[in-house]
């Protein structure tokens, strides 16, 4: 397994130091220090010979390409990430796969179970559920992934200001990220959203942002806080760089991969967010497709036509699973701890 | 009353320390790190600071820098004068541009002085994209000079690549190399070899004395390891307790220690042909910056200690010869 921060020898020179730093012989007698090299020993030039590191040949490595070289190999990250191109694909491209309108209804087939032509059998309204569902992951991706960069955005600029420049700011912030997590999610949707009249995503992409901002916030502001200790950071202070170029550039890079890791988990929590509150009707409204507004109309049918709830719950449930378990391989391999 | 160590020559001072008083904000009362420090560093001259951990050293380095951490720690009082501007005056923006520039400081532990993420060639050149203005590509071949001049071989070959990559020893250079960069009037090394193995110690202070001269910068070297320092400093200046107990050039102290704290620190030191006797150490533990004893801070600790050191706290007395002891028995610890 690739170390990214530390090297073997190092921590026997450490070693070695601590145990011959106090040894050092020095004599009081002449007030001369003779200190013990090695004659003919290579003082003042150092080793000649190249590191090992850079002896076996290979290339410059960071924290990132160790990571994707960890994510290459992880089965989870190929299935997850193939089940979200794939999710990624249809939603830009339905049509590729459904040829139908998922908005045309035949009501005389209401209820109708899988036929040629329709392998997943019609809805309450007589739509075909495998249209609905296919054009629902486009919904489902839209609000995950507008939703998460509006979150990691914003949680990420407000945490990290606070955590690097502390303060009252810093005490603000996170009064005001406790009185968010304060707020039931359901409760402040049925709220917030009941109020909205637009068929859009965007309130409920917006709400989502409202309130999952102070989550990657406090994780951005514990990282940046982290980070900022960290000695390079006061090194860079003393050789005169500026607020924002420690910030920008030895902060930043080093703090983001706790924020990449709990916003890749989010994304699938909000996808299964957006279906709650379309279910319980504050969501999306229709004529947009969505997968929770058709298992709300298939839950009462459950008994005599379960192909109307099950399909759309399958893809809501493979979608958010997918995201997760990215969300877990993006953390295995992002984490240094776990090496 | 304050005795400034005798400088070998006339060249004009560089850093001038006066009375100079740091305290921390604790949850227990306010910890005094720093009690009225004074010391001055020459053009050219190497002054190195000795003492334990929290004797407040690296404070005050970090206080000369401005890189304090503030809150909690606060500057309470003293002056930092530095080629005749007073720093602790100026805006936080003109003291940015000192640093780096004018003057620079070596951390301890280079593996984490540098950052993980930057190949060490662009750290470098951010040396010269931050304060000249430079493009990256000849920032980067001033990189590969550096390397060269702190002596890693195969320099253009290693610019590109991360500090993790590097030894211990190597790591270090770096540092200095960074520190160097725009030859500034002045250098505080913190420890610069204490993570270091002994015999990279060896290599690492002479690159760094031989810089020193090429360059006729003033080193401020920070150290707890009295073997460090004889070869490479002018003068030395003890701290204990925030304040600088004694000062001198450096040879007399090693010879005639003038304060009962310096002589235990000589007498401390492991030699060669005491082997097989106990190791001497001095009594007790340095004081928590909470409650710095009254009088003198070093009488629970101090043989020679009376009833005059715990009530009246010495003032830095002149010792012949330009140095300067805290003790009220100055006399009698330089003679006896």
Not at chain 2, 258 to 283: M, N
Request: contains cysteine; glycine residues 10%; charged residues 20%.
């Amino acid at each position: 397994m690739p170390e990214p921060f530390y090297e073997p020898d190092a921590a026997v020179e450490a070693v070695a130091a601590a145990g011959a730093g106090g040894a050092t012989d020095f004599a009081v007698d002449g007030g001369r220090t003779p200190r013990k090299t090695p004659e003919g020993g290579p003082q003042g030039t150092g080793p000649v010979g190249p590191d090992p590191s850079a002896a076996s040949g290979e290339r410059a490595r960071s924290l990132w390409s160790d990571a994707w070289r960890d994510l290459r190999g992880n089965p989870v990250f190929i299935v997850s990430g193939l089940v979200i191109a794939f999710l990624v694909v249809i939603s830009v491209w339905p049509s590729l796969i459904a040829s139908g309108n998922p908005l045309q209804c035949d009501l005389a087939r209401a209820q109708q179970g899988s036929q040629p032509g329709h392998p997943f059998g019609f809805n309450g309204q007589g739509c075909d559920v495998y249209t609905r569902t296919v054009y629902g992951a486009r919904t489902s991706v839209t609000v995950g992934v507008c939703a998460t960069l509006g979150v990691a955005l914003l949680g990420s600029v407000l945490g990290g200001l606070a955590g690097f420049f502390g303060g009252a700011w810093d005490a603000l912030l996170s009064r005001v990220t406790d009185v968010f997590f304060g707020i039931p999610v359901v409760l402040g949707g049925l709220v917030f959203l009941s109020v909205v009249t637009s068929t859009t995503v965007w309130p409920v992409i917006g709400f989502i942002v409202l309130l999952g901002w102070p989550q990657i916030a406090r994780i951005a502001r514990g990282s940046v806080i982290t980070v900022k200790q960290n000695d390079y950071v006061q090194a860079a202070r003393a050789l005169g760089a500026s607020n924002a170029r420690m910030l920008l550039r030895h902060v930043t890079p080093n703090a983001v991969a706790p924020v990449i890791v709990v916003a890749t988990i989010a994304l699938g929590t909000y996808i299964s967010l957006e279906a709650t509150l379309s279910y319980l009707g504050v969501g999306l409204k229709p004529p947009t497709v969505s997968w929770g507004i058709d298992l709300s109309a298939a839950s009462p049918y459950v008994r005599n036509a379960p192909h109307m709830l099950l399909w759309p719950a399958g893809a809501l449930a493979v979608t958010v699973l997918a995201f997760i378990m990215l969300g877990d391989a993006v953390r295995d391999a992002l984490d240094p701890k776990l090496r | 009353m304050t005795a400034t160590p005798g400088t070998p020559d006339a060249s004009p001072v560089l850093l001038d320390v006066r009375d100079l008083h740091v305290e921390f904000r604790t949850r227990d009362g306010a910890a005094r790190a720093v009690n009225g420090v004074t010391y001055s560093v020459a053009e050219g001259e190497t002054l190195a600071v000795l003492g334990e951990s929290g004797s407040g050293k690296s404070v005050t380095a970090q206080a000369v820098m401005g890189i304090l951490d503030v809150p909690p720690g606060r500057i309470t009082g003293g002056e930092i004068r530095f080629q005749g501007r007073d720093l602790l005056t100026l805006k936080e923006d003109e003291r940015r541009k000192v640093r780096g520039r004018e003057m620079a400081m070596i951390f301890q532990d280079a593996l984490s002085s540098l950052n993980p993420v930057l190949s060490v060639g662009e750290q470098l050149g951010e040396m010269f994209v931050v304060h000249r203005g430079m493009s990256r590509k000849d920032a980067r071949n001033k990189a590969v000079e550096l390397m060269d001049r702190v002596r890693i071989p195969a320099a253009r070959e290693r610019v590109g690549q991360y500090p993790h990559q590097f030894s211990g020893g190597m790591r270090q250079r770096i540092m200095i190399a960074m520190a160097l960069a725009l030859e500034p009037a002045l250098i505080i090394a913190d420890e610069p070899t204490t993570a270091l193995d002994v015999t990279v110690q060896a290599q690492v202070m002479d690159l760094l004395a031989d810089l020193r001269r090429e360059l006729a910068m003033g080193l401020i070297l920070i150290t707890h390891d009295l073997g460090v320092v004889a070869d490479v400093a002018d003068k030395i200046a003890v701290m204990y307790a925030g304040r600088i107990v004694e000062s001198a050039p450096v040879h007399d102290i090693y010879k005639a220690p003038a304060h009962p704290y310096t002589k235990g620190l000589l007498e401390s030191i492991p030699r060669l042909d005491q082997k097989g006797q106990e190791l001497y150490a001095i009594k007790g533990l340095p004081p928590n910056l909470l409650r710095i004893p009254p009088g003198c801070a070093f009488h629970p600790r101090c043989p020679l200690a009376r009833d005059v050191c715990r009530t009246d706290e010495p003032p830095l007395y002149d010792v012949p010869d330009g140095r300067g002891s805290a003790c009220h028995f100055w006399q009698e610890t330089l003679h006896g």
